[in-house]
């Protein structure tokens, strides 16, 4: 491996001052960072936090010397060991980029190159130069493949992404960003898209690899717990402008800005489990699959207590959505039923009955996709109320502006298209679009997993209220267990298509735990920056 | 007989090869002098096929050309210009390309012939002497297509988050052009391909006429001028069969340029 002397540890790295980057939209530039300071010293790893949209990924990327499309580096230094990048060639910054500095994207399913295999992509930057040969470098990112825990290091590099695994797959685009041994890497939101449980073992490889090779590291999350396992000083983003710089145990101890404050303070929802056996909607002994592939969900029963939320967890590919859409009759099972208020539901969609439709609905992942971006929000709103409910003209808008009061908007949105909208906004359309039909179950199928922790809050508490006002049952389908705490009356654990536990939310949060339970459960990260090494010790322990 | 057996024995036949005889020269005075189909055919065939494959040779490679350079140096003046001068050729109707060039280059300056009339004595550099008008018309008339959609298939992929990744890898833009968004952009272009290859073996009667060349094309003009059924239905089959097995290429080509198609989970 690589002997390069890369100076002594403490010494400045990386100086950025006073940046200003604009960002081209509405036929203006507007700033997006504004004025920020950053420093970073060998062997460091900074945490920079914020919602979406507080220029965290922009003022990563200026790190490097590189602005988006649309936007323009417009005033600042930007010094890396020496060099000005700002003012640099292209050409030049290119030499840096992929052998000094390097970059971990946020979806590494979408930042590797569906045409090459894995290893010509982990190699393609230290090849470059010449100065290892093809054999070499490849041997190199074998090492580091097993450095990363990848399994099957000698082969795994010979694939094409779409044969890895999301978890893995991430791993292997850190490997690519070590393989010419950075001075400094970029990791934007690199475990955001993963699984709790296989993002333990991605922050354990990167956290191994940046302090085996002394790498200097800016670490972009909006997630408080993550963060705090990897960095050694926290800095804190609002609309580009710096809330708060400190040590990451200074920082989680005592924040002194009032907007950090609130970021801490916002996991603090908590709903006290209730149950009944008035059980709405009962899923008795299901299996299904897609086409004529085998069985995705084997034996499932659930059932849904009449206004309370159960919430289904598990990781990816446990089959959540699948038993969401055998409920909706998109997907009729091969064997079980679906009992709604005591009677059978047709398997069939199209041999269920408009009031058997109305009483179910759904709201999606995705506000952005599931809202045609060519209606305005009264028509979509509108929609529904038509086909359900007949009302048309005047009552119609009337019944619109009553449900966009109810998800605490007023009537100034009902000519607005949905691109003209935030994405928490477009949430709470989505939940009107639902309520139009006044149903009796509403099934959540990870609707804040896209959106920032605060307007998450907002979200889950509007939620909360709507239950307790039209009695609606919820089925909350997520992996984050954070929103289960706040939000579920029963818990549902599903793995690989079978539902390992079902019970009151106390029950299953409490030990004594299944050993999936469990597994789930403690991969969920703290906020104490020694969770992640304690838990490594543990599971390495039992 | 009734038609769909007379259909079958025409099937059967086309099977072993027999299309039939030609209804032209079949005289009232009782002497048959009617040719085979495939005699008739045989020769034009190959003219067609000859201009199609010279066309293609410079066509498609200049194309590609063009379109990868346009989608490297997009919107500067190299890009705009290129872009207006094939738009230009593929707006003009054919004939008028076709006169334009023998108007420059076969009457005012004498470089090529405006007849190309090749027959199967001459040898192959004459032939390719006499099409080089027809061929060069083609050329101009295809290329737009072809080049526009190989730009716009690599400048689609350029948002892709692996294009950036390779930009912040230190990847030159040529690299990225050819070795990142290239190898993805291959279905679209070769489907775009096919069908243009296609169009210069079945849809070139127009410039076959203004350049006197023997191809299969005006052979069946002639036919449907004088109702000669079986010739206008081999010429048919054979138009439907070209158009069938370039797309075929061109599908199994996005096939085997796509690992996740060829190399499954």
Redesign the interface.
């Known amino acids: 491996m690589s002997t390069k002397d890369r100076g002594t540890k403490g010494d400045i790295l990386l100086d950025m001052k006073d940046i200003v980057i604009d960002g081209f939209s509405d036929e203006r530039w507007h700033e997006i960072i504004k004025g920020v300071d950053l420093t970073l010293k060998r062997g460091e790893v900074l945490g920079l936090i914020g919602e979406s949209g507080a220029g965290k990924s922009t003022l990563g990327?200026a790190a490097?010397g590189?602005a988006?499309?649309g936007c323009r580096l417009t005033s600042g230094e930007i010094v890396f060991d020496g060099m000005e990048l700002r003012a640099m060639p292209e050409k030049q910054?290119?030499?840096?980029?992929?052998?000094r500095i390097?970059?971990v994207?946020q979806?590494a399913a979408?930042?590797?190159?569906?045409?090459?295999k894995l290893i010509d992509q982990t190699i393609?930057?230290s090849i470059?130069n010449g100065a290892v040969s093809e054999k070499e470098a490849q041997a190199d990112a074998i090492e580091l493949y097993r450095a990363m825990q990848l399994p099957d290091p000698e082969n795994i590099g010979f694939?094409?992404p779409?044969?890895v695994s999301g978890g893995q797959l991430q791993r292997a685009m850190t490997a690519?960003a070590m393989a010419s041994r950075p001075d400094l890497i970029i990791f934007d939101e690199p475990t955001t898209a993963l699984d709790v449980t296989t993002q333990v073992n991605v922050l354990a490889a990167m956290r191994d690899a940046v302090e085996r090779f002394n790498t200097a590291a800016i670490y972009i999350t909006h997630d408080l717990a993550v963060v705090a396992q990897m960095a050694d000083r926290i800095k804190v983003l609002r609309y580009g402008v710096e809330m708060e710089e400190a040590e990451t145990r200074k920082m989680l101890k005592t924040p002194e800005n009032a907007y950090t404050k609130s970021l801490w303070s916002v996991r603090s929802i908590h709903k006290k489990p209730e149950t009944s056996d008035d059980n709405i909607l009962q899923i008795q002994g299901v299996d299904a699959a897609y086409g004529k592939g085998e069985n995705v969900l084997h034996d499932v029963n659930i059932s849904v207590p009449r206004g309370k939320t159960v919430a289904i967890v598990g990781e990816s590919g446990s089959g959540k959505s699948t038993t969401a859409r055998v409920v909706t009759g998109l997907l009729p099972p091969n064997k079980g039923k679906v009992l709604f208020n005591g009677e059978v539901l047709p398997a069939q969609l199209k041999d269920r009955s408009k009031d058997q439709l109305r009483r179910i609905q759904m709201i999606y992942q995705m506000a952005d996709t599931a809202m045609n971006p060519r209606q305005t929000i009264g028509e979509i709103i509108g929609r529904p109320l038509e086909f359900y409910t007949g009302l048309k003209g005047r009552a119609q808008e009337a019944k619109v502006i009553e449900l966009l009061q109810m998800i605490e908007l007023d009537d100034s949105f009902l000519d607005r298209l949905p691109n003209e909208l935030s994405g928490g906004q477009k949430q709470r359309v989505c939940i009107a679009r639902a309520l139009a039909a006044n149903p009796e179950v509403i099934i959540c199928d990870e609707v804040t997993s896209a959106l920032d922790q605060i307007v998450q809050e907002g979200i889950l508490q509007l939620l909360l209220k709507l239950q307790k006002d039209l009695d609606v049952s919820y089925i909350f389908i997520t992996h984050d267990i954070a929103t289960v705490q706040a939000i579920s009356d029963e818990i549902v654990v599903m793995l690989e298509g079978e539902v390992v536990e079902q019970g009151l939310k106390t029950q299953i949060m409490e030990p004594p735990y299944p050993d999936y339970t469990k597994l789930l459960l403690s991969s969920v990260p703290e906020m104490d920056p020694d969770w992640l090494t304690n838990l490594l010790k543990e599971r390495g322990e039992a | 007989m009734p038609a769909y057996q007379r259909y079958f024995g025409w099937v059967a036949g086309v099977l072993q090869g027999d299309f039939g005889y030609s209804f032209s020269g079949r005289a009232a005075s009782g002497v048959d002098r009617s040719r085979a189909v495939v005699d008739l055919i045989g020769p034009r065939l190959n003219n067609t096929l000859f201009l199609a494959s010279m066309t293609a040779l410079i066509a498609v490679p200049l194309s590609l050309f063009l379109g990868i350079t346009t989608a490297l140096y997009r919107n500067s003046v190299y890009d705009r210009v290129v872009n207006a001068v094939t738009l230009t050729t593929i707006a003009t109707p054919e004939f008028f390309v076709a006169y334009i060039l023998i108007l420059f280059l076969a009457s005012l300056y004498q470089v090529f012939p405006s007849l190309a009339n090749i027959d199967a004595s001459m040898t192959m550099g004459e032939k390719i002497y006499k099409s080089a008008l027809p061929s060069m018309t083609l050329t101009l008339v295809i290329v737009a297509h072809m080049m526009r959609m190989t730009r716009a298939a690599i400048i689609n992929l350029l948002a892709s988050p692996y294009i950036e990744m390779a930009r912040l890898k230190g990847v030159t833009s040529t690299r990225v052009i050819l070795y990142h968004a290239l190898p993805n952009a291959w279905a679209p272009i070769s489907t775009v391909i096919a069908f243009n290859l296609a169009y210069l073996v079945v849809g070139v009667v127009v410039v076959e006429v203004v350049f006197v060349y023997p191809g299969v094309g005006q052979l069946m003009v002639d036919a449907v001028r004088t109702r000669d059924i079986p010739v206008v239905q081999a010429c048919a089959l054979f138009f439907a069969g070209t158009y069938i097995m370039l797309n075929l290429i061109a599908d199994i080509i996005g096939i085997i340029t796509n690992p996740r198609l060829l190399h499954p989970r």
């Open positions: 990327l490097m590189f988006r499309p910054k290119q030499k840096l980029w992929g052998t390097a970059y994207a979806s979408a930042a590797f190159n569906p045409a090459h393609e930057s470059r694939r094409f779409h044969q690519m």
